[in-house]
Antibody
Framework: EVQLVESGGGLVQPGGSLRLSCAASGFTFSNYWMHWVRQAPGKGLVWVSR????????SYADSVKGRFTISRDNAKNTLFLHLTSLRAEDTAVYYC??????????WGQGTTVTVSS | DIQMTQSPSSLSASVGDRVTISCRAS??????LNWYQQTPGKAPKLLIF???SLQSGVPSRFSGSGSGTDFTLTISSLQREDFATYYCQQSYSSPPTFGQGTEVEIK
């Protein structure tokens, strides 16, 4: 079964850091671009970042550029998102998702990040 | 960034109704338009890609149309499990952007 499972969310103070993980199974992980998409409470979906199959190409939303870092370990079939300098507006459910072409065809269940003092 | 605008923001419908949701892009995106369904507390699910291609396993009552700047998601006969929020997303240029969502509620 194709599956993505996120972990690493939690409560963090403003200015703090967190590392999210996304464990992939059931498919050849290195063949796919991987993405992070977030959803603030009661709000819509916002794309955050993506990385290509071998990790050589990354891109970010302007709102997180310079603060978040996406990476992957293809040997361990795991995607990461390192969040630093966190702000209250980063509070959201963070989803990982895969894409082969342009669309996000498999999503994880999400992990919740809460930034609050 | 390309702006995606959905209409309506919400609608009320009954089981069996035909439902249409519109999505407009701020510039020509060819057919690089995808639709997702999200039920409360769950992850989004891909319904339609490339404007009109049905994702594997998605019921045929869902269909998509359009190209350029104007797109439509149609549910031919609404079922109880279709009450959800629907999002369009453009994949024409980076960053990928989503519409604000359309909530389909039970009348």
């Amino acid at each position: 079964e194709v599956q993505l499972v996120e972990s690493g969310g939690g409560l963090v103070q403003p200015g703090g850091s967190l590392r999210l993980s996304c464990a992939a199974s059931g498919f050849t992980f290195s063949n796919y671009w991987m993405h992070w998409v977030r959803q603030a409470p009661g709000k819509g979906l916002v794309w955050v970042s993506r990385i290509n199959g071998d990790g050589s190409s990354t891109s970010y939303a302007d709102s997180v550029k310079g603060r978040f870092t996406i990476s992957r370990d293809n040997a361990k079939n795991t995607l990461f998102l390192h969040l630093t300098s966190l702000r209250a507006e980063d509070t959201a459910v963070y989803y990982c998702a895969r894409s082969l072409y342009d669309f996000l065809d498999v999503w994880g269940q999400g992990t919740t990040v809460t930034v609050s003092s | 960034d390309i702006q995606m605008t959905q209409s309506p923001s919400s609608l009320s419908a009954s089981v069996g109704d035909r439902v249409t949701i519109s999505c407009r892009a701020s510039q020509d995106i060819s057919n690089s338009l995808n639709w997702y369904q999200q039920t409360p507390g769950k992850a989004p699910k891909l319904l339609i890609f490339a404007a009109s291609s049905l994702q594997s396993g998605v019921p045929s009552r869902f269909s998509g149309s359009g190209s350029g700047t104007d797109f439509t998601l149609t549910i031919s006969s609404l079922q109880r499990e279709d009450f959800a929020t629907y999002y369009c997303q453009q994949s024409y240029s980076s960053p990928p952007t989503f519409g604000q969502g359309t909530e389909v509620e039970i009348k």
